[in-house]
């Protein structure tokens, strides 16, 4: 388990906070205790990407988001840290045993020394005495896979992407527990996709869906009810380009609160308008645009987004840097 950048703790911020404003489905988690580990922390980055993205990032965006939709369908959610806080494994445990929640989650990201790798697995402790955290294991490793498209691990109890191990935050926890391996950082192109936030909180959306099976949640859900309304964002947002720096081609990712029209403003580092390299519509939600730099020459550029909604009043406009490198 793994390593990388911390992404910019105020932008977190902020994403959680247009999750928790969304309109939420009626499914009501009300009773249910969860605990969320996200893994690693401080000046232990866990397994690092190819670009160097750290694992302890990622891990505190996908559990930020999974508490995000768990808080809106009335669960109690705590988590063991909710910034870059370095933790021994004891601390992790006792939290979870002394507020005595019902599931702990304990959020990972895998890594290998080949680049090929890339699924998702999920671990539980051994023993008939664990049957619950294999259940539920079974469940989110399905609701997880079925967001990234990875498919399985291997197994060694016959669930499938399920791996029996005694680790140490299934040992020492008195709850039903797993651990989910999410999917390789070490992977060139998995790493490009968790430097999205949006993909990120997807996954935390796997576990929320997982934890809904398995808690019987949805039997509280009305008919009309749309969970993924949850990804609709409050307010309009940007963030970092990636990858960045980058040869040629590069995304924005976007968060649009309403169909909106885009326009994409591209500036040298003399403040100089080199023109509009894009405009156009997208839908509300995540949305992103792709720009392929091939014809500039190396160096730093800035960029500017302007959005206007075309749902009801609303307007954003701000400014990026991104470094081409051929």
């Not at 559990?63 to 910034?83: C, E, I, K, P, W």
């Not at 430097?195 to 009305?222: A, E, K, P, T």
Request: aromatic residues 10%; proline residues 5%; contains cysteine.
């Amino acid at each position: 388990m793994k390593n990388a950048c911390i992404r910019n703790s105020c932008h977190i911020l902020i994403l959680v906070a247009w999750l928790l404003l969304c309109t939420p489905a009626s499914a009501d988690l009300h009773g249910w205790v969860i605990g969320i580990d996200p893994g690693h922390g401080g000046t232990d980055p866990g397994a690092v990407g190819p670009t160097g993205l750290q694992e302890k990032a990622v891990n505190l965006t996908t559990s930020l988001g999974a508490r995000a939709f768990l808080v809106r369908q009335n669960a109690t959610v705590y988590m063991t840290r909710t910034d870059d806080a370095i933790l021994s494994l004891s601390y992790r445990a006792n939290f979870m045993n002394s507020l005595d929640v019902d599931r702990s989650i304990c959020v990972h990201h895998n890594a290998s020394g080949s680049p090929d790798p890339n699924w998702h697995l999920t671990y539980v402790a051994g023993g008939d005495a664990w049957a619950t955290s294999g259940n539920l294991a079974d469940d989110v490793t399905h609701r997880v896979t079925d967001w990234n498209g990875l498919g399985f691990g291997w197994s060694n109890c016959g669930r499938e992407g399920v791996y029996e191990e005694n680790f140490y935050m299934l040992v020492y926890t008195t709850m039903p527990a797993i651990l989910p391996e999410i999917s390789f950082i070490s992977n060139p192109e998995e790493e490009l996709r968790l430097y999205q936030n949006r993909y990120c909180y997807g996954n935390g959306r796997g576990i929320f869906y997982g934890l809904m099976d398995h808690l019987g949640g949805w039997d509280m859900v009305s008919s009309t009810s749309d969970p993924d309304q949850l990804l609709i964002p409050s307010e309009f947002g940007v963030s970092q380009n990636y990858p960045n720096p980058f040869n040629a081609e590069t995304v924005i990712p976007l968060e649009l609160p309403q169909r909106s029209r885009l326009r994409l403003d591209l500036f040298n580092v003399q403040g100089r308008n080199l023109g509009r390299v894009f405009e156009g519509i997208k839908n509300a939600g995540q949305a992103e645009i792709r720009y392929n730099a091939s014809t500039l020459a190396s160096g730093v550029y800035f960029y500017r987004i302007t959005a206007e909604g075309l749902e009801r009043d609303g307007s954003y406009s701000d400014v990026g840097k991104m470094v081409l490198l051929k």
